[in-house]
């Protein structure tokens, strides 16, 4: 079954730090490009960050800039959101994204139902 799944949400104290996972089975995450998006209710869902597929840099909006980093894990066929310095308006639902036709493209270009495989997303609660 081919599936991508988010993990690792939950309530946080602002300037602490979660680690999010985005796992894949039933397919290679390597040689797709990546998007992790968030929502919040009663807003549209906005793109955060954007893994090229061709060369793994990881382009970044303002928002998150300098606190939140994005990495791969080859082996375990996942791919992380490390958040650090989490404020109140991080608070929201995150989503992952993959796509192997995409290779280049800024975080918020490419919507989130445009990817060919989609997580679930998970609770990110920031609040004291």
């Known amino acids: 079954q081919v599936q991508l799944a988010e993990s690792g949400g939950g309530f946080v104290q602002p300037g602490g730090s979660l680690r999010l996972s985005c796992t894949a089975s039933?397919?290679?995450?390597?040689?797709?490009?990546i998007g992790w998006f968030r929502q919040v209710p009663g807003k549209e869902r906005e793109g955060i960050s954007f893994t090229s597929s061709a060369d793994g840099k990881t382009e970044y909006v303002e928002s998150v800039k300098g606190r939140f980093t994005v990495s791969r894990d080859i082996h375990s066929n996942t791919v992380y959101l490390q958040m650090k310095n989490l404020k109140p308006e991080d608070t929201a639902v995150y989503y992952c994204?993959?796509?192997?036709?995409?290779?280049?493209?800024?975080?918020?270009?490419?919507?989130?139902?445009?990817?060919?495989?989609r997580g679930q997303g998970t609770q990110v609660t920031v609040s004291s």
């Open positions: 994204a993959a796509d192997d036709q995409l290779v280049f493209a800024s975080p918020t270009e490419v919507e989130f139902e445009a990817y060919d495989r």
């Open positions: 039933g397919f290679i995450l390597d040689g797709y490009s």
